[in-house]
């Protein structure tokens, strides 16, 4: 662990293996929303599970909304200084 050389293989190996477990649950994530929308839905479940599953489906459409504005934003400031260029 000492040799800078062996610590830059470990970390890209981690990269790597973290990479591959993301894929999986991007994979997954369409099924895992399907869940979601099905237990929020299903009268036949508690209240309690129904009310997580509802704030999990409007937390995570809230941050996909603030990250489709940031993108929007991000796009303008690149715009913004391709016609600008360096000017102050």
Same mark, same amino acid.
């Given at each position: 662990?000492? @040799? ?5 293989? %470990?970390? @890209? #190996?981690?990269?790597? /293996? ?11 994530? *369409? #099924? #895992?929303? *399907?869940?979601?929308? !099905? ?7 508690? *209240?309690?599970?129904?009310?997580? *599953? #509802? ?6 459409? /809230?941050? %996909? ?14 715009? @913004?200084?391709? !016609?600008?260029?360096? @000017?102050?």
């Amino acid at each position: 662990m000492q @040799k800078p050389e062996f610590q830059e293989a %470990y970390r @890209k #190996a981690r990269r790597e /293996a973290f990479s591959r477990s993301l894929g999986r649950l991007q994979h997954s994530s *369409a #099924a #895992a929303a *399907a869940t979601l929308v !099905r237990i929020m839905l299903d009268q036949a479940m508690p *209240a309690a599970s129904r009310v997580r *599953a #509802a704030d999990c489906v409007l937390g995570h459409s /809230a941050r %996909y909304l603030e990250l489709e504005d940031l993108e929007a934003r991000i796009q303008q400031l690149k715009e @913004k200084v391709k !016609r600008d260029g360096d @000017k102050p």
